[in-house]
């Protein structure tokens, strides 16, 4: 056959077309592999890490019902601890379901375990109900403990693993998508002998994206959850684009919540409280900060332990938080800054109105943290900053309220200022008490 011009030109273009196909063909199995891949650490991955967390905290707390329940012996205890038992169960079914084969194994190791903690406060139940107390503590130390910290150490191996997973696959994300930029770059090259129009359809259509795609993955392994990824189109490179800002925010929100969060409380914490105040001042509505702080706290600690005074900022915590899902129309927002100081930050009705139910529900519940030989007395004894042994009050909680509409005050810090120092006359009157900053400058309490 001879090879004319015009069965040259059909050769080339055929050529062009095979290569063109490749190309094409070879970018949307990369694109689709890359998919999968970020599909797989938003929905499997990530939840892994989350729900391990998760599941972590409710441990905790339900060894903490069981350790009040055999100090205090309260009926209600039980029903707090079976509680979080269903809710750790919940969440085991929930992590049962990822793929991996390490983590199913893990969690029916973790239910059983769970399942035999569940049976030993069966037994420390029926040993407080006989007044066997000492005994059921021993049952709790010597059989319980050692259950709970290896339901613990599988959920921070849980968690470990999702994280490595999540390394893992964002480096292989970034391998493929540097292999499939390489070879679509080079099939393109070879196809632009052919024909600048499919040259440069396979440039911008293909390429681009995926360099793009590489140089965000590249950012996103260094740590950088920001990267700029515009890409308007309904394609795989528009999905997996799609997935990347999903995956980006969700880790950069991962990220944000472990950097600035309380790991006592798990609130918000200082960041996140600036960022709150500049939205307020910003709507230009009227809204109230609220800065709460336990008085006599490190007497409390010294005598009792940082242990047993963790758990009254815990129950602070509790309090402040136990009705947020009711008030959510009413727009408050509660954090921590640290040790024994929180912050409230709500409409000014609301906010004296909470302030008011905390001072309350503080006051009831603090008694329950002492001595029944401290309770009777009123008071503990123990050193000053000076070394001194002297007579301290019961904890008391203190609220200082500052309202604004932005217009008020210069900045957050002058607000936070203000409110400390408002905090600092809350706490030279007697008992718990929460006092308010009105317009012409006047506490009240």
């Known amino acids: 056959m001879k090879l004319t011009i015009r069965r040259k030109l059909l050769l080339g273009y055929f050529a062009m077309a095979l290569l063109t196909v490749l190309a094409s063909l070879y970018a949307v199995l990369s694109l689709g592999r890359l998919s999968d891949l970020a599909y797989t650490i938003i929905n499997e991955d990530v939840p892994v890490v989350e729900t391990a967390k998760g599941l972590s905290e409710t441990l905790l707390a339900q060894e903490s019902a069981e350790k009040k329940y055999l100090i205090l012996k309260d009926p209600q205890l039980t029903e707090i601890f079976w509680s979080l038992s269903r809710e750790f169960k919940a969440g085991l079914e929930t992590m049962g379901k990822n793929r991996s084969t390490t983590i199913t194994k893990r969690v029916s190791l973790m239910g059983l375990l769970h399942r035999q903690y569940g049976e030993i406060f069966q037994k420390e139940i029926a040993l407080v ?6 005994e059921a503590r021993a049952l709790s130390e010597q ?8 339901i613990a150490s599988s959920l921070r191996d849980c968690q470990k693993r999702g994280e490595r997973d999540v390394d893992s696959r964002m480096s292989l994300i970034n391998e493929q998508g540097l292999r499939a930029s390489r070879i679509t770059i080079l099939l393109s090259l070879v196809s632009l002998l052919g024909g600048m129009i499919v040259a440069l359809f396979i440039t911008y259509n293909i390429s681009i994206p995926l360099r793009k795609l590489e140089k965000a ?3 996103i392994a260094e740590g950088n959850f920001d990267p700029a990824i515009q890409m308007e189109r309904d394609d795989e490179i528009g999905s997996l684009a799609q997935a990347f800002g ?3 925010e969700r880790l950069k929100e991962l990220e944000a919540l472990n950097l600035d969060a309380s790991p ?3 609130l918000p914490g200082n960041l996140a409280i600036e960022r709150e105040l500049e939205r307020r001042r910003a709507e ?4 109230s900060l609220c800065h709460v702080d336990l008085d006599n706290f490190k007497p409390f600690a010294d005598k009792y332990g940082y242990a047993w005074g963790s758990e009254i900022i815990k129950e602070v915590a509790k309090i402040l938080t136990q009705h947020l899902d009711a008030a959510a129309e009413e727009d408050v927002f509660v954090a921590h800054i640290g040790g024994d100081d929180f912050v409230l930050i709500a409409e000014p009705a609301v906010a004296e109105a909470m302030s008011h139910q905390l001072v309350e529900e503080f006051e009831g519940q603090i008694q329950s943290f002492y001595s029944a030989e401290d309770r009777e007395r009123g008071s503990i004894m123990g050193k000053d900053r000076k070394g001194q042994v002297q007579k301290f009050p019961l904890i008391t909680v203190s609220v200082a309220i500052v309202t604004d509409d932005g217009s008020r005050f210069t900045s957050p810090l002058a607000m936070a200022k203000k409110a400390a120092e408002l905090k600092e006359y809350a706490k030279t009157l007697p008992g ?3 006092v308010k900053q009105e317009s012409l400058g006047k506490a009240v309490s």
């Open 129 to 134: 109900q006989e007044n066997k107390i000492d």
């Open 264 to 266: 006592l409380t798990g």
């Open 432 to 434: 718990s008490n929460y």
């Open 217 to 219: 993955t590249g950012v």
């Open 284 to 287: 230009g509505k009227m809204f």
């Open 246 to 248: 999903v995956m980006t």
């Open 143 to 150: 059989e319980g403990k050692p259950l709970l910290d290896q």
